[in-house]
């Protein structure tokens, strides 16, 4: 007979393995439970993986998601699925720098810039990390994560949401924790007139717009409140919670009640009919060798899939020479973005949710090390005519370059003095497109919101050499698992729990 030791040791290793379940529909799903017990107020249950929509793969490929039909069987919700396919990434070269600056340098890049692996087509999955005691009944606040990787890589993977689920229990404040994978570059956000007339554009948004339908759908099963969502993104996934703000006409549809946005706004991108969406539309069908065919999207769709990617793979990254100027982007399209963003947010086209939204100081620094290349002003004038303002007269460049001089202590890493001046155009170029893409649209998009918004300026990591306070520099201050540097974070605690971060 078994003695009341070995029986409860029995009893307690019953409980370390028994998983925990959740019933979608007539869908079983088993998840994980962190830690050695599942009944401990501070850990958390893990639900990933789950399918939110049918994998866009074959003829669904450049197409709008299709949700997944009502769930039944058993699912294994253990893992997270591959990301959506990645588009190639080419790192500045940093041989000017001196070791051991170079290597600083270029570890900092690969941590804010990843290509995650594995990727794959089929991508389309959702996650959901709970306290171990939410139940049906609990009602809790969620907050929904969408990452940046500027439309081009990025993963649900990259991002430990069990860091904000713990915190948030140990304020006393739980909060359940989504995240969702979006389609990227051409896949997600092809563009051009020929895509708007298909209704497909915008994909990698509507996929993130369906995750936020599912959640109104079966968050309930996992202990939250489908009324209180707060979405959040950084970078490429912040500018997506803007456009959410503004897309549908600034009807939220009741997907979310809050936004909270690190280092992104609607930025200047216009719409599917102008002549860079085309010309990257055209370009992208002739290196897949589309061109010329009576429907270009009907043979990229049955183009095999390593042509596709080798096409995506061809285009401009975050280092390239254009800077941020992409080309595969969220874009006017007349039906979901009714107009281009900037029209949008300056007709206050804006979902009326309150608002949380920051930037850090030195946004531009790192895109800046893609144009060592670049010494005199003359050069600097030329740059900017050719990727951003081709059209641009002398008087307004003249204007421009005055604004934005090179003398060192005016340029980013900002207030650094003489320090810094990889090039004698670097800390210029800093300046300029870190106003351009993130302090301009985030001041322009906050003048037009008249609900309540509460703003920051991160100056953390400021000694970081080159970069000051670096695009993405914010990041660990809310992901990081040391609590003490977690003030961002308890601020978005208290946001998705009260719509106030203080
Ligand atoms: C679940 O199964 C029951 C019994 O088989 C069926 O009546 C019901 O329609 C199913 N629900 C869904 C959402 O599939
Ligand atoms: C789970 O909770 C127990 C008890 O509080 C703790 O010892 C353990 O470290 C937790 N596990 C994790 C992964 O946090
Ligand atoms: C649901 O799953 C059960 C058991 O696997 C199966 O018998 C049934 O046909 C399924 N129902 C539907 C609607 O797919
Ligand atoms: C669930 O999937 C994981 C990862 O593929 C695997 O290790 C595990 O054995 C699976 N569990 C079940 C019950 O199938
Ligand atoms: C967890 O354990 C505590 C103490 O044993 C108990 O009071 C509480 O009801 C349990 N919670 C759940 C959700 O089982
Ligand atoms: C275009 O897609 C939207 C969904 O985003 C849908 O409401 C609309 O009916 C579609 N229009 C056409 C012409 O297919
Ligand atoms: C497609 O573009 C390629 C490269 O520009 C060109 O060689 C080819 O002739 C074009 N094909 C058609 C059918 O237009
Ligand atoms: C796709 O194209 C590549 C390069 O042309 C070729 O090597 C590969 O075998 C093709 N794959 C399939 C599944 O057709
Ligand atoms: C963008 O598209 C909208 C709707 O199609 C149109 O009204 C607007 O004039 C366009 N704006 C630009 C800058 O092309
Ligand atoms: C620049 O001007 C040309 C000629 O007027 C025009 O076709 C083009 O669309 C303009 N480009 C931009 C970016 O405004
Ligand atoms: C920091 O630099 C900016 C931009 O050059 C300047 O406007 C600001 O006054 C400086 N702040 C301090 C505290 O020196």
Redesign the pocket.
């Known amino acids: 007979m078994a003695s009341p030791k070995s029986l409860a040791l029995a009893l307690l290793c019953h409980l370390a393995v028994a998983r925990p379940t959740v019933q979608l529909d007539n869908g079983t799903f088993t998840g994980t439970t962190t830690g050695s017990a599942p009944n401990t107020t501070s850990n958390t249950t893990s639900f990933l993986g789950i399918p939110f929509a049918f994998p866009p793969v074959g003829d669904l490929r450049f197409r ?1 998601p299709v949700a997944h039909e009502p769930y039944n069987g058993s699912f294994n919700a253990t893992t997270m699925s591959p990301a959506c396919t990645q588009q190639a990434l080419v790192y500045p070269d940093l041989t000017l720098l001196p070791f051991p600056l170079g290597v600083e340098v270029n570890a900092i890049l690969h941590s804010v810039y990843t290509v995650v692996t594995p990727d794959s087509e089929d991508c389309l999955y959702i996650n959901v990390i709970k306290p171990n005691w939410a139940t049906s009944t609990s009602n809790l606040p969620v907050v929904v994560w969408i990452y940046g990787g500027a439309f081009q890589t990025g993963s649900t993977s990259q991002n430990d949401g069990k860091v904000i689920v713990e915190r948030s229990i140990f304020l006393n404040k739980p909060v359940i924790y989504v995240s969702m994978n979006y389609r990227l570059s051409a896949l997600g956000f092809l563009a051009g007139p020929q895509v708007q007339q298909a ?1 497909i554009s915008n994909i990698g948004l ?1 996929d993130q ?1 369906l995750a936020l339908r599912w959640v109104q759908t079966y968050i309930a099963a996992f202990g939250g409140d489908p009324t209180k969502v707060t979405i959040w993104g950084e970078s490429a996934g912040a500018i997506s919670v803007s456009l959410h703000m503004i897309a549908n006409n600034g009807n939220p549809e009741g997907l979310f009640r809050a936004a909270f946005m690190q280092s992104g706004s609607p930025i200047p991108i216009g719409n599917e009919t102008s002549m860079s969406a085309e010309q990257a539309f055209n370009q992208f069908v002739t290196k897949a060798g589309c061109n010329g065919t009576t429907d270009p999207i009907a043979c990229l769709r049955q183009a095999n899939y390593t042509t596709i990617k080798a096409a995506q793979d061809a285009s401009p990254g975050p280092f390239s020479s254009s800077g941020l100027a992409h080309i595969w982007l969220p874009r006017g399209d007349g ?2 973005l009714t107009d281009n963003p900037q029209t949008l947010v300056e007709n206050r086209v804006i979902a009326q949710v309150p608002v949380v939204t920051g930037d850090c100081d030195d946004e531009g620094t790192m895109f800046a090390l893609a144009n060592t290349n670049l010494i005199t002003d003359d050069d600097f004038r030329g740059w900017v005519q050719q990727f951003w303002y081709p059209n641009a007269t002398k008087e307004q460049l003249d204007k421009l370059l005055k604004v934005y001089p090179s003398t060192l202590p005016e340029g980013s890493p900002f207030n650094t003095s003489y320090l810094n001046g990889l090039t004698p155009q670097f800390k210029r170029i800093a300046a300029y497109e870190g106003d351009l893409v993130f302090e301009a649209p985030r001041r322009f998009f906050q003048s037009a919101i008249s609900q309540n918004q509460w703003a920051f300026l991160s100056k953390r990591l400021k000694a970081t050499p080159l970069l000051g306070s670096y695009h993405g520099s914010d990041l660990p201050f809310v992901y990081s698992q040391s609590l003490l540097l977690g003030e961002l974070r308890d601020a978005l605690i208290y946001f998705i729990n009260n719509l106030d971060p203080v």
């Open positions: 709008l209704n509507q717009r039906v979901f």
